[in-house]
Nanobody, 124 residues
């Protein structure tokens, strides 16, 4: 069983930055491909970013490319999402997730473990 706990969300203004963290209670985080998803009120959960087990491969949703950076520290069992130039449309609950698939995927069903989420609100 993998437990994931997100932190770092908050209320910020457009243009600000936030760094989300996800602490994983696992023996070896490098066993899992990791991802970030988000869900805005009234909308479906959507893919934000994902990172391979070693951290050498990343994938992003088009709307966050160049603004968000996903990273991981396997020695600390931590996943991060650096979010810069935040926009009101980035407002959502952000979830970290772990996948046992062979390759990095951007679909929610590919991820078997999920955190409880952290709220990020960007005001205009």
């Amino acid at each position: 069983q993998v437990q994931l706990v997100e932190s770092g969300g908050g209320l910020v203004q457009a243009g600000d930055s936030l760094r989300l963290s996800c602490a994983a209670s696992v023996r070896t985080l490098s066993t899992y491909i990791m991802g970030w998803f988000r869900q805005a009120p009234g909308k479906e959960r959507e893919f934000v970013a994902a990172i391979s087990r070693s951290g050498t491969t990343t994938q992003y949703q088009d709307s966050v490319k160049g603004r968000f950076t996903i990273s991981r520290d396997n020695a600390k069992n931590m996943l991060y999402l650096q979010m810069n130039s935040l926009k009101p449309e980035d407002t959502a609950v952000y979830y970290c997730a772990a996948s046992t698939r062979a390759v990095v995927l951007n679909t929610a069903p590919a991820y078997v473990y999920w955190g409880q989420g952290t709220q990020t609100t960007v005001s205009s």
